[in-house]
């Protein structure tokens, strides 16, 4: 049974930073392309970055790009969202994603975690 758990998020003021982590168990999380997607009150969920098996490549969209970097570590079976410079409309749910193949996971992710709350006051 595949489990993606995320922690670390939280209230921070605008300006701030965070880290959030996932966790993922039940696969060889080294065969696991990992995505970061997010979604606000009343919008639909969107994809905010993923980064490939070994690390070695990471895609952001827009809106983020130059704040926020996606990591890895496959000894620890974790992938980490280091946020900087945070806006309020970062606010959101933030949920961490799993799948064999890149292109899937971009838009139809085969594992989701339960998501983690940011919330960026001004």
């Known amino acids: 049974q595949v489990q993606l758990v995320e922690s670390g998020g939280g209230l921070v003021q605008a300006g701030g930073s965070l880290r959030l982590s996932c966790a993922a168990s039940?696969?060889?999380?080294?065969?696991?392309?990992m995505g970061w997607f997010r979604q606000a009150p009343g919008k639909e969920r969107e994809y905010v970055g993923t980064?490939?098996?070994?690390?070695?490549?990471?895609y952001y969209t827009d809106s983020v790009k130059g704040r926020f970097t996606i990591s890895r570590d496959n000894a620890k079976n974790t992938v980490y969202l280091q946020m900087n410079s945070l806006k309020p409309e970062d606010t959101a749910v933030y949920y961490c994603?799993?799948?064999?193949?890149?292109?899937?996971?971009?838009?139809?992710?085969?594992?989701w975690g339960q998501g983690t709350q940011v919330t960026v006051s001004s």
């Open positions: 980064i490939t098996r070994t690390g070695g490549t990471t």
């Open positions: 039940g696969l060889t999380f080294s065969n696991l392309n």
């Open positions: 994603a799993a799948d064999r193949s890149i292109t899937r996971l971009t838009n139809t992710p085969a594992y």
